[in-house]
């Protein structure tokens, strides 16, 4: 192993021993607004990581409970003081005793104004929950195992006894738990949950999550036309977005798109009746409809490009296999290996290409006259593609999105916004933010067109270099050096927007939500107890970094109706922050929910959200004016010393609180060496004109596949973090192998066994294979031992899936008998594609020393046994005999048969 590759491969392993060790003193306290990377991926079972998702002192009364509660159904606003109170509970016994004298115990807390002050009491065991007390008994017992399922009720009269009193205005915290008898342990707390009570006005009229009624429709649109309301500006995001499991591998072709092969069919589920995009679009279109809707005129549909691009795909047909076939090495074209059908790969048509029809045809009539605007390709962490130091890859994330939803939703997008997945940028993120913005509106082939142009001058930019290095990138063990091409830098007037946590912003220039991070580049933050809220939901609950610690708890020990009511009443508080000018949170409100928001949690939000704007208490605000200053913050944003051009970043930026779901060093190294070898074969193949295909197109899915490998899905739940973890390394993987193979179809084809040269003039002929489908220009590098030089052609073009001889002329000094060569092919800056060939050439001038001599001595012995065998042929020919080779056949008999001894030869 090369002493470069050793010691680089020895400081990763210190650095992650190292890593190791510190974990154990990691703490939960504020971090700097800085980059936390870490060396490997956290091992979620280890103490000192997994407080970082759960911190163990919290809920403790919870977390040893042996019976499971589901609340299925329960309250989320209270109209009028005094209305019952209905709940719908499941519970299952899980331990080996009989439970019996089960009360339900409801507990209820003081009102709370601030989200962040609610989040902590909802962390808190019964003890905190002191302003009401109503407890009821069940009538049965549960035996070891048994399930049951109950309804219970609790009046609000506080004038009723025994009732539970709630007869102000407000949101209420409440702790809903079991008490029960068992025979070891006798009355204990079994199990509880927590969720949030809005009362009065506040919460509306409709306590049935799911549709908004007549009542609040009629008077959500005479709200939005009243020119008497003046409430707090409200915001929403409403996320599309679900991960693509695309078999790793994917080239582009042309005209048409590349066949769609995936691992699964999961994503027809889900666009299916009944699955969650199918059902989440159909909770869109209800709560969105109506002329003079305001939840219509605020909203923004929030698309993952990579999302809609499959189910465009998925349209016009698709397979689900378990692997691509493999690619040929000899006698079929590459994209002919690619697109053949495998038995061993148990390939099978996929089954939901009419159910993506029908979803795409929804969506199309949606986006018409809604808000739209592009997430990051395929939800990815755009710090963890920073730190990748690609610009391409950065362009692939944030600028092919908006053109290609205008495309195949034929309709504009909001321009020049960036909603990271994490909710934070990291201060070398900020830079390549320039990458997002667009001076006008684009199609997918302006934006392809452009891009190539880019490429092509960058490729130039680098220029023709000479190496001696046969490592390709996917074999460099540097982390990432900095990037080849500065990112453009946007006019104020034209300002890329990035939308973060409010927590995760720390300049003294901040001006109200907005933050000047560097010249054309600001942040726009949002209300971050508000979003942590939301990102609680579902079936797989996030923890976000910008979570304080002092709040994180393992969130699935409430049922998702527990968590959906927090999620609403959180909403409806951030306003009743704003509205009261908290100095933190003053202004309007943005409701930025998970990018995989679950069916339930948005129709409870967007009826939390109609009963605000019927209500007065909110107004209808959309994306656009929530990212733009008005005039006062403007001139006070371009007066920062960030605004200046050439400026240096200079705010803070970064995760307040430790990431455990962030994306480790070792993961992004290897995309990045992924990213940089498909920017390599890029350089090496050509364009042809008379080839639809362009060799940026023909890679671009090889980027996308990078960015997938980085998506944020499934990385902040610890429920699913691990699984997330092992299929980013798996995809990484596969995806290397097939860049390999990629690498291993432009080939040196060598002269088999020793190339004897005639004289020392003589050229070494060697082929060049391309099986790529595209020309490539590539230069043949050589090693050879020292005073040994090789004379190659300057570049060396072969065609399209086709093949070329070479001609190399080696000088060789005399004394050298056999000299081993080291050939490979490279990109015109020096960069290793194909795969290194060991060829061993007989120089001419030594032929005669070693086995020049062996041949004489051989030649002299065989003209030795010619002259022998004339002479004696000369005499057997005086005694009249024949040459034997000329005597006729005749018969012989050993001497001891019967006819006698033989005659004479």
Known sequence: MPIRRFCALLGISALSAAFGTLSLDLTLTAAPAQAQGVAVPLDITNPSVAVQWDNPALRSDDRQSFVSMELESLPQ??????????????????????????????????????????????????????????????????????????????PTNSDQPGSFPIKDPGIYPIFFGLDGTTNHTG???????????????????NTNPGQPSAEETHDAEESATSSEVSGTGLSLVLPLSAYVDIIPGETGEAPGDTPLVLYSDDLADQLSAGGRLGELLKTYKTYLQGENNPIRSSACLAIDPALLDAVHRMTKGYTVANSRPAIETSGQRLRDSWNSHNSQSGEHPGSGSAAAQQWLDELTSLASNTCVVSLPWANTDLNAVAASNNPWLMR???????????????????????????????????????WATSGSAQSVTDFSTKIEKDFEAEAQRRGTQNSQDSETSLNDENMPSSAPLAPPVPSLENAVSVLVAGNTVWDSNRVDRFTQLAPGIRAVSYHASLAASLGETGEHPDTPAYANPDARYDARLDSPAARDSIAAGALAMSLTETS???????????????????????????????????????????????????????????????????????????????????????????ASREAGFSDDLTRLLSNDPTIALTRYAFTAPLRQEVLRTLSVCDRHAASTYQA????????????????????????????????????????????????????????????????????????????????????????????????????????????????????????RANFFSTSGLALIVLSALALILVFRVGRHSKRLKHRGVSHPAAAPFRPHYPDNEQNGPREPY
Do not use: C
């Open 77 to 154: 606003s209270l109209s009028n003081p005094g209305d019952g109170l209905r709940f719908h509970v499941k519970l299952r016994n899980n331990g080996e005793e009989r439970i019996s004298n089960i009360n339900v115990v409801l507990r209820r807390g003081e009102a709370q104004h601030s989200a962040a002050e609610m989040r902590r009491i909802m962390a808190l065991n019964a003890g905190a929950y002191t302003a009401a007390h109503y407890q009821a008994p069940v009538d049965f017992s549960l035996e070891p195992g048994e399930s049951r399922e109950f309804w219970v009720e609790a």
């Open 187 to 205: 009355t204990v707390q079994l199990t509880s949950q927590r969720f949030l009570l809005s009362a009065g006005p506040l919460g509306g009229t």
């Open 396 to 434: 692939e994330a944030l600028g092919r999105g908006p053109e290609l939803i205008s495309s195949i939703l034929n309709t504009s997008t909001v321009e020049n916004v960036v909603i990271p997945g994490n909710g934070y940028i990291t201060p070398a993120t900020v830079r390549s933010l320039g």
């Open 580 to 670: 009261n000018q908290s100095q933190q949170h003053s202004g309007p409100v943005l409701m930025m929910p998970p990018a995989e928001l679950s069916t339930s949690t948005a129709e409870s939000i967007l009826q939390t959200a109609a009963s605000l704007y019927a209500s007065g208490r909110a107004e209808s605000l959309s994306l656009s004016d929530y990212l733009t200053p008005d005039p006062q913050q403007a001139a006070a944003l371009n007066a920062t010393p960030e605004a200046a051009d050439n400026a240096p970043p200079t705010a803070e930026v970064g995760s307040p609180y430790p990431d455990p779901g962030i994306i480790s060093d070792t993961e992004i190294l290897q």
């Open 724 to 843: 997330a973890v092992q299929r980013t390394g798996d995809r990484l993987k596969e995806n290397r192998e097939r860049l390999l193979a990629l690498g291993r179809a432009v080939t040196l084809i060598p002269p088999g066994g020793v190339y004897t040269r005639t004289s020392d003039s003589s050229p070494l002929l060697v082929v060049a294979e391309n099986r790529l489908p595209l020309p490539v220009e590539t230069v043949v590098q050589y090693r050879a031992p020292s005073g040994v030089t090789l004379q190659t052609p300057g570049s060396v073009r072969i065609p399209a899936s086709g093949s070329i001889t070479v001609q190399l002329t080696p000088k060789i000094p005399p004394e050298h008998d056999r000299t081993q060569l080291q050939l490979w092919l490279s990109t015109g800056d020096g960069a290793a594609i194909s795969s290194p060939v060991d060829i061993t050439v007989q120089n």
